[in-house]
């Protein structure tokens, strides 16, 4: 059953803006929808139409999408035709300006190479002042500007060379296939001293890290105080605010370094143009090594108990258990009169004791006598060494023991005997 539908007037409200219009399957509805409706479904062929236009429009959509995504790839050595006077021959009809501010330290720099500077935006008619005074660099167009994108490439010029970018490599801006990046690093670390590591890791040592960034992305890195001026193709300067950013955020550039070389090697493939690259670029997971330090003293926890710690006793109750509570005031001050009492006399024996000390004599060490025990062994064993062997050579010759003592008085006589001979 199809609704009545009629044609609403201009007072009233459309259905399909919430406006009711009757009761039943009555509905009004403006004129607008009164002629699709009308259009529509006003007979069941008509509706089966408009199923089979729509599903032509879905199938030349696709086919559209498909060549759109060929025309996205751009062949090989393809290059954008240069803008020429011929395309703009009216010129601009309004003036545009640009200005900058650049520190004092960049005023010599810039006095000596104001003349190329000014050489080189004379090619697109740009006109450049420089105010040693203020500090400010302007640019502006003129009459025979013809390149309504000349302002915009002579103000990123201003903004390098502002930014201590040499003048060699700030001119290429000037070049259609060259844009400029100048990515602002001061505000994205909270600490100084880790804000300058993270910035001297961006640079690598010796600048290793930055040029190797410059070789793959084709793009000139300058870190410089707060911020990174970088300058190349728009594909390079993606990857390179990539991996800026990422190195504020305490991921280290050589990660994704190692990516952009696989990148680049895929890149050189024609059959991998169209597929994913997700299966061949490595996946850094982030580690924290960093544990927490351990206090040295550790408390150890004691069990939980869901029941309150018992309250301490007041001097009240303390009072209440010994009993003390029911004495008069007079005798809790002679209890309180003998315990200080007793208190100082402890006090005083203890002062007279440390008095006392220095006043004792300190022990004496006794004295070591000196004992020569080693050399009387010594004699002993050299006598009963000798006996050995006399007793030994006694029982090899069998000849009778003779007395040495003798012997040896003997021959001290005849030797006295000598001497007063000799007198």
């Known amino acids: ?15 399909c803006e919430g406006g009711g219009g009757g009761g039943g399957k009555r509905r009004r ?35 559209n999408e498909v060549e759109e995504c060929e025309l996205l790839t751009v062949p090989d050595g393809w290059r954008e035709p240069a803008f020429t006077r011929e395309d703009n021959p009216r010129g601009l009809l309004e003036e545009s300006s640009f200005a900058t501010l650049f520190p004092k330290y960049r005023e010599a720099y810039l006095r000596e190479s104001w003349p190329l500077v000014q050489k080189a935006l004379g090619e ?32 990123d010029l201003i903004k390098l060379l502002a930014r201590s970018v040499p003048f060699e490599q700030a001119v290429r801006i000037l ?59 728009h594909n390079g300067l993606k990857e390179v605010r990539k991996v800026v950013m990422d190195t504020m955020k305490n991921i280290h550039p050589i990660y994704n370094i190692k990516t952009l070389m696989i990148k680049r090697e895929l890149a050189k493939d024609p059959e991998l143009r169209m597929q994913s690259w997700e299966r061949f670029l490595p996946n850094f997971r ?24 018992q309250q301490p006793e007041s001097k009240v109750d303390k009072e209440l258990a010994t009993g003390e509570f029911f004495l008069r005031e ?10 200080i009492k007793v208190k100082q ?21 006794p004295l070591m006598k000196k004992t020569n025990k080693a050399p009387s062994e010594s004699k002993l064993d050299i006598e009963a060494i000798k006996d050995k062997v006399k007793k030994a050579k006694n029982k090899k010759l069998g000849a009778p023991i003779v ?3 003798p012997a040896s008085s003997s021959t001290a006589t005849d030797k006295k005997q000598k001497k007063k001979n000799k007198g």
Not at 208 to 218: C, D, F, I, V, Y
């Open 1 to 15: 059953m199809w609704y009545n539908i009629t044609p609403l007037s201009k007072g009233n409200r459309c259905y």
């Open 29 to 63: 509805v403006c004129l607008r929808h009164f002629r699709f409706w009308s259009s529509t479904m006003a007979s069941p062929t008509a509706a089966v139409g408009v199923s089979e236009e729509q599903s032509k429009k879905k199938s030349k959509k696709s086919t």
């Open 124 to 155: 697109t008619h740009i006109k450049a002042t420089l105010d040693l005074i203020e500090g400010s660099i302007t640019v502006c167009t003129t009459k025979k500007t013809f390149d309504p994108y000349a302002i915009v490439r002579a103000r």
């Open 175 to 233: 070049q259609d296939d060259v844009a400029a990046d100048i990515i602002k690093i001061g505000t994205l670390v909270r600490n100084r001293e880790r804000f300058v590591k993270r910035r001297q890791r961006l640079i690598g040592p010796k600048g290793s890290t930055l040029k190797a960034l410059e070789l793959l992305t084709g793009c000139y890195v300058m870190v410089q105080g707060n911020t990174v001026s970088a300058l190349g193709p």
């Open 286 to 309: 982030h580690k924290n090594l960093n544990k927490r330090k351990e206090p040295k003293k550790k408390s150890a926890k004691k069990e939980y108990t869901p029941f309150p710690p």
């Open 330 to 339: 007079s005798v809790k001050k002679r209890k309180k009169m003998e315990e």
């Open 345 to 365: 006399a402890e006090a005083l024996t203890k002062k007279q004791e440390e008095r006392n000390k220095a006043f004792i004599p300190p022990k004496e060490k």
């Open 403 to 405: 007395n040495p003592a």
